[in-house]
């Protein structure tokens, strides 16, 4: 055998080693938001419950790795060249997406990723291998095409049918519970968290189990005989436990009814998902285990048996591969940082939207809107008033600072846990990312998290997670199929460039994405440690300002225009670094700051406003500057330049001198400074009004005038927030 087919099986190995450990670092927020954000117990509690479910779910999810042998493709028609070549394609451009979505910032889904990039690359592949004037097989033939069109359909009607059945069930739960829970929860909280628990043991269990390739045919045919007597059985014991630790130990066990849930998810997630990260390095490795088998040459040997015989995945495998997941659950730094894009839209109090409005969005409130107003003027009083006594939301006082309670964890985890089983079960790949996330999604709607004043920024942001599922689509299959072509018509240089180019994305992914990610948190208004600190932070983003100002001046006079499109870039991440501190960490610390701490909280926003009022100038001004350069206008003349230049070095003197008084704490020459900055600014005055006596009579003239004045203009403003700034976080020293 060609030794390039060994590089090959070694390059999807570390293709899915890299999957495994980013995959679960960018989805455990999936299995972990709902536990967390009803705070059913501590992280590690719920990682290690995750933990157990994730090893458990890797060891059932034989079935699965059918979807990345044949179930997209007909092995039958590809030669081993061809199979390994479109294996290989497929994890390239898997890389390659994951690279140019994390730079983008874009959702994902590693299920759909998967799926179409086989898509893609068998139909490149089918480009390459089919003779066109001898062949009279179709395209189609290539294409395992029903299978193919039932997994796409199964995708996305799942994302359907996660919504209404969340809203559905969350709204029923609700009605049976109310808000204040605990009175109902006394008399039917084993009923619920028995039948919770039960329908997990079905799904989780039963149907996980009948795919696993550690259980013999006997023990699979013991657990299908009698389904309806062992459950029923089973709901008996569960609710027998339940009633147990409830009344007699006085366990809540809403708790483990949402613990049990994490559990149950994870281990669908690992189930479902462990073929998007290791289903194509398994199906190499049957490929090459046919092909060492096969007696002569071996690259033009038709992949007959890879279609014909079902083979069991290796048991090693499956657990060496849960094991990664399981240390990427513990020790990644994503893992930990829960995401908030589905906490935040489920919540019925996130202070600041993420997201904006959109046209669609507002249809959909409009029309749902009027829907409840023609449903209110129908239905009878007495209901309508039972209803709104189940939904009546908490008072302040009663409530606990979770996103939501136990009972709509337990609806968000069992819902979403059953419905990825059961496709499991019947071999059907979905987003457990998007199932999770509308199942979440649906029981806010039902909960009514999302008010009048939220649900357009609510539904807009759904709109927009979905909608990178259809990018990650389109985008997958076109990657894959290019690179299905680059493989087959390139031979072994284009293998080893996509390989080198593979390598370069894996490298800067793992070693670079921490630098793109920037923690905030709450600030403490009562240490004098943070307070300073935050005001050292702005003080620094100030000196930046002042840095990009003179670099901008001397760029602008020499024409340089790469060094203003550099500082235009500059500029622009520290209004978006201010933007992200404003609605992470001020905003929020605004919502929680005591009474008593008013002032010293007003002191801080309007630090943060002032500062993006001086970057807001400083942006104008370098935009101005890298336009006027850009169109090859004429620069500024002798004079203006000398004005300029006059200016800028008497505020070269002003900053230095205000960032050590902030240094050291001593603000007593400060009064001196205003009154030098009172003189700057009417010498900026003096010289607009010298340029406005100064009548340009040529178009050149003219917009070098516009440009100068902007200048001039600009930059008196900046210097006015400057100073405003220091007063601000002066006054927030001294308390």
Not at 155 to 173: K, N, P, Q
Not at 226 to 251: E, N, P, R, S
Not at 270 to 293: C, E, R
Not at 580 to 600: G, Y
Request: glycine share 8%; net charge neutral; proline share 2%.
């Amino acid at each position: 055998m060609d030794p390039i087919y060994y590089v090959i099986y070694g390059m999807l190995l570390l293709l899915s080693v890299f999957g495994l450990k980013v995959g679960v670092s960018n989805d455990a927020a999936n299995f972990l938001n709902s536990s967390l954000g009803c705070r059913a117990g501590s992280f590690y509690t719920v990682v290690a419950v995750a933990a157990v479910g994730v090893l458990l779910g890797a060891s059932f999810s034989s079935g699965m790795m059918e979807v990345a042998r044949s179930g997209v493709f007909n092995p039958r028609m590809f030669n081993f060249h061809e199979v390994m070549l479109l294996f290989l394609a497929v994890m390239i451009s898997n890389v390659i997406l994951l690279d140019v979505y994390n730079t983008l910032g874009l959702p994902t889904s590693t299920t759909i990723s998967l799926v179409f990039a086989l898509l893609g690359s068998s139909i490149g592949m089918a480009v390459y291998s089919k003779d066109i004037a001898t062949d009279d097989a179709p395209l189609a033939a290539y294409i395992n095409t029903s299978n193919a069109f039932a997994i796409v359909v199964a995708i996305f009607i799942s994302v359907v049918i996660a919504f209404t059945l969340g809203s559905t069930i969350m709204w029923f739960a609700r009605l049976l519970f109310s808000f204040r829970y605990t009175r109902a929860y006394k008399y039917i909280g084993p009923l619920w968290c028995g039948s919770a628990l039960t329908a997990i043991t079905y799904f989780a269990i039963f149907k996980g189990l009948k795919d696993s390739s550690m259980l013999s045919p006997e023990m699979k045919q013991m657990l299908n005989a009698d389904v309806g007597v062992t459950m029923a059985w089973c709901w008996g014991a569960w609710l027998v436990v339940m009633a147990f630790l409830q009344y007699v130990c006085h366990v809540n066990t809403l708790r483990i009814a949402v613990l049990s849930g994490t559990g149950a998810l994870a281990l669908a997630f690992a189930g479902n998902d462990l073929v998007n990260f290791i289903g194509v390095f398994m199906a190499a490795q049957t490929s090459m285990d046919i092909a060492a088998n096969h007696v002569g040459e071996v690259s033009s040997m038709m992949m007959n048996e890879l279609a014909d015989t079902t083979i069991q995945a290796n048991p090693l495998y499956l657990l060496t591969a849960g094991l990664i997941m399981v240390a990427s659950l513990f020790f990644s730094k994503n893992a930990r940082r829960v995401t908030e894009t589905e906490l935040k839209l489920s919540s019925a109090n996130t202070g600041k939207e993420r997201f904006g409005s959109s046209l669609a969005a507002r249809v959909m409130v409009r029309y749902a809107l009027n829907t409840a107003r023609f449903i209110e003027r129908v239905t009878p009083k007495p209901v309508a008033d039972f209803v709104g006594r189940r939904f009546a939301p908490l008072s302040p006082e009663e409530e606990t600072g979770t996103n939501y309670d136990l009972v709509r964890g337990s609806v968000n985890l069992t819902t979403a846990a059953l419905l990825i089983s059961v496709a499991t079960s019947m071999k059907m790949p979905l987003s457990t990312t998007y199932v999770t996330f509308m199942v979440a999604m649906g029981s806010s709607l039902a909960d009514r998290a999302w008010g009048r004043d939220s649900a357009v920024y609510r539904i807009t942001g759904v709109l927009t997670v979905t909608g990178g599922w259809f990018l990650t689509a389109i985008g997958a299959c076109l990657a894959s199929f290019c690179v299905a072509l680059v493989l087959a018509y390139g031979g072994l240089w284009a293998v080893i460039g996509m390989m080198i180019l593979a390598l370069a994305l894996l490298v800067r992914s793992t070693l670079l994405a921490h630098n793109d990610k920037q923690e905030y948190k709450l600030l403490d208004v009562n240490k004098d440690a943070q307070v300073h600190e935050y005001g050292a932070a702005a003080a620094g983003r100030l000196g930046r300002m002042v840095g990009i100002y003179n670099a901008m001046v001397k760029a602008l006079l020499v024409e340089d225009r790469d060094s203003l499109k550099r500082l235009r870039k500059k500029t622009r991440s520290i209004k978006q670094d201010l933007k992200l501190v404003k609605e992470n960490e001020v905003l929020p610390t605004l919502s929680a700051i005591p009474k008593d701490q008013a002032d010293r909280g007003q002191l801080i926003f309007r630090i943060v406003e002032i500062s993006l009022s001086a970057c807001d100038c400083l942006l104008t001004l370098v935009k101005a500057a890298y336009n006027h350069i850009d169109n090859n206008h004429t620069g500024l003349n002798d004079a203006q330049a000398k004005d300029l230049l006059a200016l800028t070095s008497r505020i070269g003197r002003f900053y230095p001198n205000l960032l050590d008084m902030l240094k050291a704490g001593n603000y007593s020459g400060i009064d001196e400074l205003l009154i030098g900055s009172e003189e700057l600014g009417q010498e900026f005055a003096d010289c607009i009004t010298r340029h406005l006596m100064h009548n340009a009579a040529d178009e050149s003239g003219m917009r070098t005038g516009i440009l100068y004045l902007t200048l001039l203009n600009e930059t008196r403003a900046m210097v006015s927030h400057a100073f405003s700034l220091i007063r601000c976080i002066e006054d927030l020293y001294k308390g």
